[in-house]
Each structure stands twice: as C-alpha cells, then as structure tokens.
C-alpha cells in the first residue's frame, strides 16, 4: 500500500474545510465537524502506515479507537438514516466504521463522502438505506450481503475443526417489544419478511471447546473479524470484535459493555469464550483485495 503523498496530504486538509457543511441526505452526525476531520485524520494516517493487506490495515485501524467510549444504540432514530458517530461505538458500529474505513483506503479514496458511501454500503441491504428493515441487524445477513457485493469473504469453514449450525433467525420478531422501531407495523413486516430468508439457515462456526487446538489458532489471523456465535434461540450472533495477537495469544479487540470502551480484552479469547456459557463459538471473516 503506497503512501500518501506530501501533495495529497496538503489537499486532504484544502478539501476540508469546504466540505464540512456538505451533507448526504439520509446521514445523521452524531458531531459532524469533529467526525469529518476525524475521519480524514484517520485515513490519511491509516494510507501512511502502509499495510500490506487488509487484515494488517484493519487491526491499525482499530487500535486507533482504543478507549473511545461504549454506547448502544446509536443508530435508532426517525426515519431511519445512516448515522456517522466516531466519538461512541457499541460493538456492531465498532467493526463496522473500521472496515469501512479499511475497505475506503482499499478502494484507494480519501474523503469522508467516500467513507460514508463504504459505510451504507456496509451496513445496508443492497448498500442503501431503504428505511428499518434494510438495515442488516442479523449478522449473518451482514455477512451474507456483503459477500455477495465481493466486500468481504467468510474463512471458518477453511479452518480445520469447523462445524456448522442451523437455526432460524427470527429474535427480532419475537421480541418486538425490545425494538421500538417495531412499534410502527411496516418496520414490523419488513423484519418478518427479511427473516423468512433465513429460515433453517445453515452456517460455519468453529466451537469455543476447539479454540485452543494449534492448527485453529494457527489459521487465525490478526485483523480477523470475528463474530461469537450464541446459544439464544433465533439469533445467530450476540458479539463482533476484532482479532489482535498478543503475546499469549489471540486476544479480541472490542467495544465492550462490560468495559464500557473499546478495548483489547485481557483474557485470551480462548479464556473470554470460556466464560462466556451462553456463547457457542467463533465465525471468521475478512476484508476482500481489492
């Protein structure tokens, strides 16, 4: 990955200052002057460090938001917009403004209009925000679009000792009183008929109890993205963070509740898994060469 030139560095700061009061029509800042340049900042110091592939660039990425403060939530809002926030993550809008930061510097772009456009891309059903039900709440939707669109690939089933599941995703509809969004019958439908796609849905995981065999830890990677699968009756995963290796070994770098920052946690994610009884295991995915 080259490095940004001197030249374009000077035009990243001469653009700036003109485009902060443009905005998109459907993006809700949380702080837009302080997200704008933020989000430069961070691309121009992300291009400087040169990674050589993408997990590399998405693991410095993250570790820039070591200590930005947990909160959930941020996204529920009238009409459904997309929001930009990079002063609060919970742990979905950690992972996901990291790789579209990530996949913006891959595509080789350099503005924050160019970062929103891979945020919605991201987060949205066909990369477009159409209203609540568009909005990929089920990982494994996430996942599922996102592949399709040749942004990201899905490696647990290329690493030794995985399994599959099957279940039917439907938490959502079930606890209707736990989304106020679902109050309003349209958002209601649309989630039903978004769920019915993944009815008996089959999925690779590999199981917490085989995290600690050598060939497993050996075909992870830093940079991973990595989405802990749950025993919860109709949801597929309840956790996403980041692969980090330390000098224990692979620890996840996460926005954590319990923490209430993002944080590299200080157990081993063999030892986080471990005690985490309702959690069933990993799912393993990466940022696509562009």
């Known amino acids: 990955m080259k490095k940004v030139s001197t030249l374009l560095y000077i035009a990243f700061f001469m653009v700036a200052p003109l485009v902060h009061g443009a905005t998109h029509d459907n993006i809700r800042w949380h702080n837009e002057a302080a997200d704008t340049t933020n989000i430069t900042n961070l691309l121009i110091k992300a291009t400087n460090f040169g990674a050589s592939n993408p997990n590399e660039l998405i693991e410095f990425i993250g570790k820039e938001f070591i200590g930005t403060p947990y909160k ?8 459904e917009a997309l929001t930009i926030n990079l002063e609060e993550f919970d742990c979905t809008t950690f992972v996901e403004t990291v790789t579209a930061l990530a996949l913006t510097i891959e595509e080789g772009k350099n503005s924050w209009q160019d970062f929103a456009n891979s945020l919605e891309t991201l987060r949205y059903r066909q990369g477009e925000v159409n209203g609540y039900a568009s909005r990929l709440h089920y990982f494994s939707d996430w996942i599922v679009s996102n592949t399709h669109r040749g942004i990201v690939k899905e490696v647990t089933d290329r690493i ?17 009183s736990a989304y106020p969004a679902l109050a309003d019958s349209a958002d209601y439908a649309g989630i039903k008929n978004m769920e019915v ?14 995290l600690t065999a050598k060939q497993v830890m050996g075909a992870l990677k830093a940079g991973d993205i990595i989405a802990l699968t749950t025993k919860t009756n109709g949801l597929d995963v309840s956790h996403v963070g980041i692969l980090v290796i330390e000098k224990d070994g692979p620890h996840l770098l996460h926005a954590s509740s319990k923490e209430g920052k993002v944080v590299i946690d200080k157990l081993p994610l063999t030892e986080y898994m471990r005690k985490s009884p309702n959690l069933t295991g990993i799912r393993v995915i990466r940022l696509q060469d562009q």
């Open 72 to 79: 959930g939530g941020t996204l529920e809002g009238k009409p």
């Open 197 to 210: 796609g993944f009815r008996s849905h089959r999925f690779p995981y590999i199981k917490s109890a085989r």
């Open 160 to 176: 030794p000792q995985s399994d599959s599941q099957i279940k039917t995703l439907d938490f959502m509809s079930r606890n209707r």
